[in-house]
């Protein structure tokens, strides 16, 4: 038997808990209003000397993320999809559960072993999340997503064999794997009647603080979330953002880390805008289609910074970071000022 499950490019496809669940609800009305209200939401915690540095997102309708790799508070707020969880000591034959679920409708999300499946070239055990959309008796083939060695989201497919090695051997100690509660398989799929009225006062609101327009102390209370526990450390939020990179970036040395997905998350954010400012336009919020032109000359601002900070990995030359640096000083001039200007247009339409 042969089922694959639809399954769409995501426009946030940083963080594998963020990207599946954005593939099956972006194709809906409803859910493209509750992404276009949520995903505005842009935060950093970082440590007191910035050699660690964490972009997150947060949802509007309420205070913490819940990346479904994360903490899940399954259907107890109103998400865009049915989400439900088994434990792993539940479950010991993975595909015939994957396959049971996927006939019934749901996609999966749940922990491995990369380096027993092949498409990875992992030499040693690292434990991290896949997402599954469907399966091929015939080829014995596994349909999922994950990131390839260059960290780009990518689809995969995987041997039942590999699957099953992938899956029995997840509990070592690897890299990086300690927030994530890896003993759960979380399966879910949209809410078929969910509804959702984007508020346009709420999304002026939420702009309006995440470009730091005026002094807002609402975003004290918000945190990102490991399973269920608060994330140590300082935290930005939305544009500020921009200046814990910049910070990042200052007085490198050996001892520091450069975690490129930190950078590509900030362009990730930034098509995430460009596709709310379309929204906008789309459904006459907003007229002034040159606010989305100047947005696109952000994008390819923060591409520039993707770029150069790729060069910066390969060659460690401080004149890249330097680079960077001014990109991302002109970066932040530019967003706040354009943001501004889309918020001064949403308010003449109020």
Request: charged residues 25%; negative net charge; proline residues 1%.
């Amino acid at each position: 038997m042969l089922k694959i499950l639809n399954i769409q490019d995501s426009i946030v496809d940083v963080f594998n808990g963020y990207a599946s669940t954005i593939s099956i609800i972006i194709d809906k009305p409803e859910g493209e209003k509750w992404f276009v209200q949520n995903y505005l939401n842009y935060m950093t915690t970082y440590d007191s000397d910035y050699s660690q540095v964490v972009s997150d997102y947060f949802y509007s309708d309420f205070t913490y993320n819940s990346a479904i790799n994360f903490y899940q508070p399954e259907n107890i707020i109103n998400l865009p999809y049915d989400c439900y969880s088994a434990s792993t000591l539940e479950v010991q034959d993975i595909i015939k559960f994957i396959k049971e679920k996927i006939n019934m409708g749901f996609y999966l999300c749940f922990f491995v072993n990369l380096k027993y499946l092949k498409s990875y070239n992992q030499k040693e055990d690292f434990i991290h999340d896949i997402f599954v959309y469907g399966y091929d008796d015939e080829k014995e083939i596994i349909y999922a997503t994950g990131y390839n060695h260059n960290g780009k989201y990518s689809f995969f497919e995987h041997k039942y064999n590999e699957i099953a090695m992938a899956y029995e051997n997840c509990n070592v100690s690897s890299f990086n794997h300690d927030y994530f509660d890896t003993k759960k398989i979380s399966y879910f799929k949209y809410r078929v009647n969910f509804k959702y009225n984007f508020n346009l006062i709420n999304f002026i609101a939420t702009l309006k603080e995440y470009s730091n327009i005026y002094h807002c102390q609402t975003h004290a209370r918000r945190f990102i979330c490991r399973t269920g526990e608060k994330s140590s450390g300082k935290t930005a939020y939305g544009i500020d953002s921009i200046k814990v990179l910049i910070e990042y970036f200052k007085d490198w040395n050996d001892s520091k880390e450069l975690d490129l997905r930190q950078i590509y998350f900030l362009y990730n954010h930034k098509i995430n805008m460009e596709f709310k400012i379309k929204y906008l336009l789309k459904n006459k919020y907003l007229v002034d289609e040159s606010i989305l032109e100047q947005y696109r000359e952000i994008i390819q601002i923060s591409k520039i910074c993707l770029n150069l900070s790729i060069k910066y990995s390969l060659k460690g030359d401080i004149e890249y970071s330097n680079k960077i640096i001014a990109f991302l000083e002109e970066f932040y001039k530019k967003e706040k000022d354009t943001l501004s200007k889309l918020v001064e247009a949403l308010e003449k339409l109020c």
